[in-house]
């Protein structure tokens, strides 16, 4: 019967798989973005957008998480799957209602990965 001195080191090679959806800015594509609405006046609503690069060549279908519902953030509207090597506009808003500061992650999430907004903003 063998034994692991008898049995030779193999090495293991795996496939390096390259991302298919990143945050796509002027600069770079990123699979982490972080966006700081800073302070907004009570009852206002503010804007953020950020184009998704969809890298790969077949049709992806997403999902996000939920932001919270008693929270200040949410999408102004649904994610669509998204077709091979496109791009798609995430809007996301921010309309507190409090005064104090708020702070959620926000992941897309596809078969194969998983990207994140993290968000703040002060009421």
């Keep these: 019967q063998p034994t692991s ?27 982490e973005l972080a966006h700081d609405f800073s302070s907004v006046a009570l009852g206002q609503q503010v804007s953020f957008s950020i ?25 102004s509207k649904a994610l669509r799957p998204m077709l091979a090597e496109t791009t798609q506009t995430l ?3 921010f309309k507190p209602e409090l005064p104090m500061p708020f702070q ?3 992941d897309i999430v596809c078969q ?11 009421g």
């Design 91 to 93: 809007t996301l808003l």
């Design 5 to 31: 001195r008898d049995m030779a080191a193999i090495p293991l090679e795996l496939p390096v798989q390259e991302p298919i959806l990143c945050f796509q800015t002027e600069d770079a594509t990123l699979p």
């Design 104 to 106: 959620e992650d926000f």
């Design 112 to 122: 194969q990965q998983t990207i994140r907004l993290r968000l703040r903003g002060t």
């Design 51 to 75: 184009d998704i690069l969809n890298s790969s060549n077949q049709t992806v279908p997403l999902r996000c998480s939920i932001l919270d519902s008693a929270g200040s953030f949410r999408p």
